[in-house]
């Protein structure tokens, strides 16, 4: 698989609960983005790593949020107590590099969490 | 600060006819600007890219968008509308050294009928 990847593709759990997302990018890609999108909405921004460091995380929406990346690999994007106002596609991206803004995002298909 | 406005929610063609999909941006920066297209239960596929070539841009499926800097618009067209290009469509611009990501518009879904 060339594409970025991420799982679960559906996750539905109570209100609450925590929850992780992942996100496996396409190898190589030293960026990797976090994107929220609401239903009938455009995507939001949350988090945007450059390696394993998060140099932009301005759009977590609450302290609830969190990711982290490892071997400059794969990202978790955690929620913790959901509530319902979470329920929305996550959507992971990676480019090849940041070193312009110019470069494409290849996304994945997302994950769609369902909060009841 | 940068902003993308696309200017119609819905947009409904006839198969064979001409597609337009219109888009508005604001951007302190000079732009680099990007149409994705995304079909039920999908992530987003690049149409096509900006990035102050040329101002006539080509993507894939038949599309092009023109760039018109004294508009700031960067409307999406193709000359005959497949029932296979019924999708959402985003315009998205980035351009603001300041953060990495890209800023969307809320984005178009353009209905082919038969």
């Known amino acids: 698989g060339a594409g970025v990847s991420q799982s679960p593709s559906n996750k539905v759990t109570e209100k609450g609960k925590d929850v992780e997302l992942r996100c496996d990018p396409i190898?190589?890609?030293?960026?990797l983005y976090w994107y929220r999108q609401r239903l009938g909405q455009g995507l939001e921004f949350l988090i945007y790593?450059?390696?394993?460091?998060?140099?932009?995380k301005s759009g977590l929406p609450s302290d609830r949020f969190s990711a982290e990346r490892t071997g400059e690999s794969v990202s978790t994007l955690t929620i913790q107590r959901t509530q319902q106002e979470d329920s929305a596609v996550y959507l992971c991206?990676?480019?090849?590099?940041?070193?312009?803004?110019?470069?494409?995002?290849?996304f994945g298909d997302g994950t769609r969490l369902s909060i009841l | 600060a940068q902003s993308v406005t696309q200017l119609d929610s819905h947009v409904s063609v006839s198969e064979g006819t001409p597609v337009l999909l219109r888009c508005n941006y604001s951007s302190s920066y000079s732009p680099s600007l990007f149409w994705y297209v995304q079909h039920p239960n999908k992530g987003l596929q690049l149409l096509l890219k900006y990035t102050s070539a040329a101002t006539l841009v080509k993507g894939i499926n038949g599309f092009e968008a023109e760039f018109k800097k004294s508009e700031t618009s960067f409307h999406l067209t193709k000359p005959s509308a497949h029932m296979s290009d019924a999708a959402e469509y985003f315009c998205?611009?980035?351009?603001?050294?300041?953060?990495?990501?890209?800023?969307f518009g809320s984005g178009t879904r353009l209905q082919v009928q038969p």
């Open positions: 190898s190589g890609h030293t960026a």
């Open positions: 991206a990676s480019s090849p590099r940041t070193g312009t803004l110019n470069q494409p995002q290849h």
């Open positions: 998205v611009v980035s351009g603001n050294t300041g953060r990495r990501a890209l800023t």
């Open positions: 790593f450059q390696g394993n460091s998060a140099p932009d």
